[in-house]
């Protein structure tokens, strides 16, 4: 006979509301759901990958530091490689920012925003605490001041340009929000190769500002997972007490470092996703029941008149996997990714069908 083991009875409290994070994965449809650069990953670019990789073999462990990887990275963002640190995806680096300043604490965010922060937060047993953007998504920057000011809060986090809404928030705003609080603030910039003003150039002046950025979006690197914090030192040292030994896997290391050599193919690609952007937030817009907002990021917020689990569905039956992001704060909305032309043309089809009814 075998004895029925419940590991519920033993899992830690604060899990217990905690949905495990659930990517749909439909190999053949169009994926217009993740804000992944929808290119082929350039033939040059990766033949120089495959022959650094040839010849590094993988025996060893990686380096703990990714020295030669957070070089690459000084000589990109301008800032000194003791103030770069690498996770395994960027998703990886919120979990260290929480274990290591937010567990028993409070983190502020400026919601709707990027479902990741609550989800680590809470397996880091810290309490979000909400402050709702304005109608038009843009930061209620007086009401974030106030809840930065609350004294068991120790993480601020403002994403731009933000996920899912696409709005980015001026240099200007997120200064006053970091010259007011002793908290730190976390500025994610996953997509600020598309848009927005980036915060880099406060670093110097402001030791509590920490900047995330990714490979997953512009440089095409979603599938190897590198992601990278900006911070003042005396930050970096105590995220290392919770960073994992070897984070980043050899190959992303090397990766990541000859796309920073060849940063011209990106820069290209980034001009296409902006203009193919453009055309789609016009054509979605036209579209009879659909309301689209302003977005400079390679994704687009709409609201629907039909309920939003019905247009996913309509479009998922069409082949086109979008994100519904339908909540009390985005009511009837989903995001959908720029794609490739053709994808956005059969995702625009889609729609104009879905929407006549
Ligand atoms: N921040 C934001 C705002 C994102 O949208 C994403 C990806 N969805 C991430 C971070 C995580 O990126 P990574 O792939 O580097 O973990």
Request: net charge neutral.
């Amino acid at each position: 006979m075998t004895t029925v083991f419940n590991a519920a009875s033993l899992v830690r409290e604060e899990l217990k509301g905690l949905l495990p994070y659930q990517a749909p994965y439909y190999p053949s449809v169009l994926k217009l759901d993740a804000n992944e650069n929808p290119y082929p990953f350039p033939q040059a670019v990766m033949k120089e990958i495959y022959r650094e990789t040839a010849s590094a073999g993988f025996s060893r462990y990686p380096d703990p530091m990714a020295v030669e990887l957070r070089e690459s990275l000084a000589a990109y963002t301008g800032v000194n490689p003791e103030n770069i640190m690498v996770g395994n995806g960027s998703d990886e680096l919120i979990l260290d920012l929480m274990l290591t300043f937010g567990t028993g604490a409070k983190f502020v965010v400026a919601s709707p925003s990027f479902v990741m922060y609550g989800i680590q937060g809470q397996i880091a047993s810290s309490t979000r605490l909400d402050v709702p953007r304005r109608s038009d998504f843009r930061l209620d920057v007086a009401a974030m001041q106030k809840a930065a000011a609350e004294p068991e809060v120790k993480l601020v986090v403002i994403c731009t340009p933000n996920n899912p809404t696409g709005t980015a928030t001026p240099r200007q705003e997120i200064e006053a929000i970091l010259a007011s609080t002793g908290a730190l603030v976390v500025v994610d910039e996953a997509y600020g190769e598309f848009g927005g003003e980036s915060c880099i150039p406060l670093l110097s002046r402001y030791p509590n500002l920490i900047i995330l950025k990714t490979f997953s979006k512009a440089f095409g690197l979603a599938g190897l997972r590198v992601g990278y914090l900006l911070a003042g030192a005396s930050i970096i040292n105590e995220l290392l007490r919770v960073k994992q030994p070897f984070n980043l896997n050899a190959f992303s290391q090397i990766a990541a470092r000859v796309v920073m050599k060849n940063l011209d193919p990106f820069r290209e690609r980034i001009g296409t996703i902006l203009k193919e952007r453009d055309r789609l937030h016009a054509e979605l817009s036209a579209v009879p029941g659909v309301e689209t907002f302003p977005t400079e990021a390679n994704f687009i917020l709409f609201r629907t008149a039909l309920p939003a689990a019905q247009v996913y569905q309509g479009l998922l039956e069409r082949g086109v996997l979008v994100r519904n992001v339908d909540s009390p704060s985005l009511p009837r909305c989903l995001r959908v990714s720029v794609g490739k032309p053709e994808e956005n043309t059969t995702f625009l089809a889609g729609m104009r069908e879905i929407l006549a009814g």
